[in-house]
């Protein structure tokens, strides 16, 4: 590798592990939203996955080819518990039932001195490398859009459009829905171990509503047209803080300007508009 790009990647070497994982928690957003879901677990979901990975470190000493993979157990077990009752809702009860789990855990992680209450958890080994978080969110997309191109891709695109004429037509709604809720955690799971291991430090207050929003913010801005789109949201707003640090102190509310911008007038997102205007040249 070339001495100004190590140097580069050394640089940045935070912000390229912010753009890796948080595409995983955009395609997290990306896989609810396609059945046409609102759920707002996401940043639970990466909760469980980083505590849990960080206690695998930390207390059993298990190698990080393990505690990768098994750092997905318990944000599916939960979503498997909570995926019952929750999935009856739709729309904003839903988000706000999703929201309430969350809380729920945020205030386990800050009371039970196990997880470190509010100091958190410190001193987790840096083990997870750009290499294995962009090998994992590369074999996501392309995963997802396979799934996208095949006929469970056309079943949750009815469920998005129509749930009960998808019902009516023979989708088993209610499996594609406890499936996109499993995926979900699956990815916010693996988002939370890497956070954990690159950050070396985790908190409560980094898995509450503020995160919950944001992962949802990469969707909008980006759509869902295709699994790529949520990703290349996920990034602009990541890099959006790194543009307007000389505005540090309203940058917040002109990320907020652009992501209801772009609801307001792109509500297929960034991706989608610009796959338009291919599309307009090609006719052209």
Same mark, same amino acid.
């Given at each position: 590798m070339p001495a100004w790009?190590?140097?580069?990647?050394?640089?940045?070497?935070?912000?390229?592990?912010?753009?890796g994982i948080n595409g995983l928690l955009a395609l997290s957003m990306y896989v609810v939203l396609a059945v046409g879901q609102l759920s707002l677990g996401q940043a639970a979901f990466m909760g469980l996955g980083a505590y849990s990975s960080a206690l695998m470190t930390l207390k059993l000493g298990l190698p990080f080819a393990a505690v990768l993979p098994l750092s997905v157990v318990a944000p599916v077990a939960f979503a498997l518990?909570?995926?019952?009752?929750?999935?009856r809702l739709a729309g904003v009860y839903l988000a706000i039932a999703t929201i309430g789990l969350g +809380?729920? $855990? =945020?205030? @386990?992680?800050?009371?039970?001195?196990?997880?470190? *209450?509010?100091?958190?958890?410190?001193?987790?080994?840096?083990?997870?490398?750009?290499?294995?978080?962009?090998?994992?969110?590369?074999?996501?997309?392309?995963?997802?859009?396979?799934?996208?191109?095949?006929?469970?891709?056309?079943?949750m695109e009815a469920m998005r459009e129509d749930e009960t004429a998808a019902a009516v037509m023979g989708v088993p709604v209610r499996r594609y829905k406890m499936g996109a809720l499993l995926a979900s955690a699956t990815l916010a799971g693996l988002a939370g171990c890497l956070s954990a291991h690159v950050s070396s430090f985790i908190g409560p207050?980094?898995?509450?509503?503020?995160?919950?929003?944001?992962?949802?913010?990469?969707?909008?801005l980006g759509g869902i047209g295709t699994p790529l789109a949520p990703v290349v949201g996920g990034w602009v707003l990541t890099?959006?803080? +790194?543009? $307007? =640090?000389? @505005?540090?102190?309203?940058?917040?509310?002109?990320? *907020?300007?652009?992501?209801?911008?772009?609801?307001?007038?792109?509500?297929?997102?960034?991706?989608?508009?610009?796959?338009?205007?291919?599309?307009?040249?090609t006719a052209a």
């Open positions: 790009l190590d140097d580069l990647l050394w640089t940045y070497q935070n912000l390229v592990y912010a753009l518990a909570v995926g019952g009752p929750t999935l +809380e729920v $855990l =945020r205030a @386990v992680y800050l009371n039970v001195d196990l997880f470190g *209450g509010a100091l958190g958890l410190s001193g987790i080994p840096e083990r997870a490398t750009a290499a294995m978080i962009y090998g994992l969110l590369g074999l996501a997309v392309l995963g997802l859009w396979l799934i996208g191109r095949s006929g469970i891709g056309r079943a207050n980094e898995y509450g509503f503020e995160p919950a929003v944001t992962i949802l913010s990469y969707a909008l890099l959006l803080p +790194e543009l $307007l =640090r000389g @505005v540090s102190d309203i940058r917040l509310v002109l990320n *907020g300007v652009i992501i209801v911008l772009a609801v307001l007038f792109l509500p297929n997102g960034l991706l989608a508009l610009r796959m338009k205007r291919i599309g307009a040249r």
